[in-house]
Each structure stands twice: as structure tokens, then as C-alpha cells.
């Protein structure tokens, strides 16, 4: 079931996203090399919480038999596509992160990704952030009320594809209110004209996952992990949106992130 929110639900949904937001700043001015993703989350979870929300991402069940998400952040280094654990692995020169966060603030969530360089990267992998985030607006583009789910999908999958990247399969985007997981799915790859009606009031998460390689995908042994099976790199953002009559409201930001970082807005 797709649950519509009202203006006042929207405005709640904005308040834990743009808490979000702010976290994904805090979290940039500390990657460097030589810096752990565990330190990445001490300090996430300890802003989250200063902020009074919850960090939704601690303690989220996983897969039957995997351990409950140890992090408020996931944070995937290089290959690692989503879902990397807060691990004590010393980042380095030339590797990317993504780091993606969940907030629950006023009974509302949030969800939001963002990848960052660490130092120095190379000009191929810069090339394949600067298409991923630019292809999650191609989607949000597309976000209006009366299209469906696959002109979004279509219209990420079309941008990456078309410069050489390929689209994971196994992972998608999704309807988020109360709670971070609601319906629909979202997928980064499809046709337009297809999939569930879009509708003035959904609130959904849009986040393309693309490799620099293949689109396959491996899941590691510790549940969560998700890591491309060509070893080559991958990228993830994301942001949370409302469905609007005209353009989509983006009620996430990398305001906060790319004030840091210094990259490029993508202006739609
Ligand atoms: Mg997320
Ligand atoms: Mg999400």
C-alpha cells in the first residue's frame, strides 16, 4: 500500500531530511586519509542524536541470520556498493566512500547518500560520481505527478548507460514516510510508462547504485555488505522527495555535503 502524505506530513519528512543533510556535512569535513568509518559513524550517530532524532539505521533487521545493522551509517568504500559496515579500515588516498544515513525525527524518516573522495581521485572515478549524482536528477526530473515509477527508471538508467555504466539490479529506491522502507519500489533500471502511477503526496527515495564495471553485485558473508563482483568501483546517491503536481520537491540536501567538499550542485 503507497501512503500519501499531507502538506503538513511533507513539511515534518523535510525537517528529518534535512537533518540528514546536515549529517552528511558534519560527516565531510572528517574524510581524510587515515580516518575509519567506524570514527565516520561515532560522530554521525552523536549528531543525529544532539539533533533529537533517532539514528533509523541502528539496530535495522537484515536478512535472516545476519547480525541487526551495526551502524548509523552505512559507509561503502571503493567496490562496496551500499550497505558497508562502519568497519576500522583506514581510508586512503584515492579511495571514494559512500556514506548513506537514515534519520527518524517527529515519527517522520529520512534517507539520503551521498559519495565523497578521500584526498586525491582519479579524473575516471570523479567521472562516474559526477554521473551518478547528475543521473539521480535526471530521475528526480521525472518525479511529477501522473507519470509512473519507470520514467524514473528509465531515465537513470538511460543517462548511466549511455556513458558507460552499468545499473545494479538487486538494490532500488523506495517509498519512505513513517517508515524508511515503504511501497513502491523504485528501481534505477526500466521503461518508461510502466510501473505504479505517480501521485501528489508520495514521498519516495530515488538512489541510483552505478558501476564503473559490470552491474553484478556480491553480497559478503557479513549480511550486509554489498560489493561489485568485478572488484571495480561504485557509486550511490540519493535523495528524498515528494511527489508535487509540477516539479518534484526534493526535501533532502547536499547543501551541507558539497559545502565541504566543494563539488559541483546539480541544478534542475
Ligand atoms: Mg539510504
Ligand atoms: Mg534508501
Redesign the pocket.
Known sequence: MIFLKTDEEIELMREANRLVGMTLGEIAKHIKPGVTPAFLNKIAEQFIRDHGAIPSFLGYKGAPGSIDFPGAICASVNDQVVHGLPTEYELKDGDIISI?CGTELNGFCG?SAYTFCVGEVSEEVKQLLRTTKESLYKGIEKAVAGNRVGDISEAVQTYCEKRGYSVVRELV??G?GRK?HEAPEVPNYGRHGVGPLLKKGMCI?I?PMINMGSKNVVFERDGWTVRTKDFKPSAHF?HTIAIRDGKADILSTFEFAEAVTGDKPVII
Open positions: 548513506d534517507d529506491g523506495h519512505i524508511m527515495a538512489e540519493e
